[in-house]
């Protein structure tokens, strides 16, 4: 089996009207197996880039992208996906809908589309339930997002990303927003997924000492480049104000 979990190979990529101004700029790395990695940097460094990149979101215009050894292409995009879920910022989840409903559309991309027709089989309410229970809302399960509270609405959104049992986690400033008490209560549910279920994560965030406490490795861009790849504990003080 690959330890290797993603690898960046002189990445490169940049929006069609600044060509000349790369959002990432030969970036090179590899993220083992059940690493849980913090990218910091700046607004612009190129961090969310580098997060949408990993799924297809972002075309690249240079170098190679591998998830689990398999080199990402329009061809290999469904199959890589499968193993890759995405914590996007705010939740993205659909406001009318209640909890349990928002979880189940993480299941519409491993049904097909004449079983998405005839509903869902009770044994994927079933998990939707037992994983917003676990998640602490058990009381939330059939009320509609848009009643609950920014840390609440984080949990279903997690819920829905662990019901498709990714590999990889991808969270994408899942903290923004949220008082202190509801992030540590999120990034807490991210570390024993980490932990626990050895679930690989890479997220995105902008406080220097959650990332150290909570991650095992501390990735700084500036302008597209990685200029830190180490503990968080060990970062050197020219970098802390990201």
């Not at 849980?36 to 075309?59: E, I």
């Not at 659909?94 to 049904?111: K, P, T």
């Not at 009320?143 to 819920?159: D, F, H, P, T, Y």
């Not at 500036?222 to 968080?232: K, L, P, Q, S």
Request: proline fraction near 3%.
């Amino acid at each position: 089996m690959n330890d290797i979990a993603i690898e960046c190979q002189n990445v490169t990529t940049a929006y069609a009207s600044t060509l000349q101004r790369p959002i990432l700029n030969g970036i090179s790395l590899q993220i083992k197996r059940g690493e849980f990695v913090a990218l910091l940097g700046l607004n612009g460094a190129g961090k969310s880039s580098l997060l949408r990149s990993l799924v297809g979101l972002v075309p690249i215009h240079q170098g190679n992208i591998c998830i689990h050894g398999t080199v990402l292409t329009p061809r290999t995009l469904c199959q890589t996906r499968r193993d890759v879920a995405m914590l996007f910022q705010g939740g993205g989840l659909i406001r009318q809908l209640s909890a349990i409903e928002n979880v189940l559309c993480g299941r519409l991309g491993i049904r097909n589309t004449w079983q998405t027709f005839w509903g869902f089989p009770k044994r994927d309410r079933y998990l939707a339930e037992e994983l917003l229970i676990q998640l602490g809302l058990k009381d939330k399960i059939h009320e509609k997002v848009s009643q609950l509270s920014g840390g609440q609405q984080q949990r279903v959104a997690i819920a829905r990303v662990l019901i498709q049992s990714p590999q990889i986690l991808l969270a994408d400033e899942p903290i923004t927003g949220l008082d202190v008490l509801a992030s540590d209560q999120v990034m807490q549910i991210l570390s024993e997924l980490n932990y626990q279920q050895e679930i690989t994560i890479v997220t995105v965030l902008h406080d220097l000492a959650i990332a150290a406490k909570y991650a095992q490795r501390v990735i700084v861009l500036e302008a597209g480049c990685v200029i830190y790849d180490g503990n968080g504990d060990n970062l050197p003080s020219q970098f802390v104000q990201v």
